[in-house]
């Protein structure tokens, strides 16, 4: 049957329960349950319980607060991910972050510090995520970059007159 014939199926690597598209301006405070995915522009601060990851196209200014983080869009504020922050080839993140488990990929901006965090206690209750937060931080990492030594040339006696013996 030829009805069938332009039907598309995609497959998404990722199972992700709220999407939000390039071209969609959000500004305000979002509240959202689930993994969610952003290509979109937001001014304001973003609440997940699960994962919530910024796509290429996306751009938030505000803080993010969620349970996993990974950025390969651009960010401008704090990030909070109670477990793992990923910070992917491409994306840019100018703020500060707070997480148990960070991982920077080669190619990725930071500029800002990060807190490293206890690990979150998880429990499930009839399929509910809940998470107990332990304000306790276990260390605090600062990144700078160093300016790099002065080469020093082969011949240190370049200008000055050989002595004779």
């Known amino acids: 049957m030829e ?8 497959n998404w690597s990722l ?3 709220s999407y939000f598209e ?17 290509g979109a522009h937001i001014e304001g601060e973003v ?5 919530i ?17 990974s950025n390969s869009g651009t960010v401008e504020g704090d990030v909070f991910s ?14 500060d972050i707070s997480t148990y488990q ?5 190619g990725s901006e930071f500029g800002g510090r990060c807190k490293m965090i ?14 107990e937060k332990k304000s306790k931080p276990r260390k605090l990492l600062k990144l700078e970059r160093r300016p790099k030594p002065p080469v020093e040339s082969s011949s240190k006696n370049e200008g000055e007159p050989k002595s004779s013996d």
């Open 3 to 10: 009805i069938f014939d332009n039907i598309r199926v995609i």
């Open 15 to 17: 199972s992700m329960d």
């Open 22 to 38: 390039k071209g969609i301006f959000l500004k305000g405070t979002l509240w959202l349950k689930g993994d969610v995915h952003f």
């Open 47 to 51: 609440h997940s319980n699960d994962h």
């Open 53 to 69: 990851t910024i796509g290429a196209s996306g751009y938030v200014k505000g803080n993010i607060h969620s349970y996993d983080f």
């Open 82 to 95: 109670e477990n793992k922050t990923t910070l992917m080839k491409g994306g840019s993140l100018a703020g």
């Open 102 to 106: 960070l991982v920077v990929d080669e």
């Open 118 to 131: 206890d690990a979150p206690e998880v429990k499930r209750s009839r399929g509910k995520l809940d998470i």
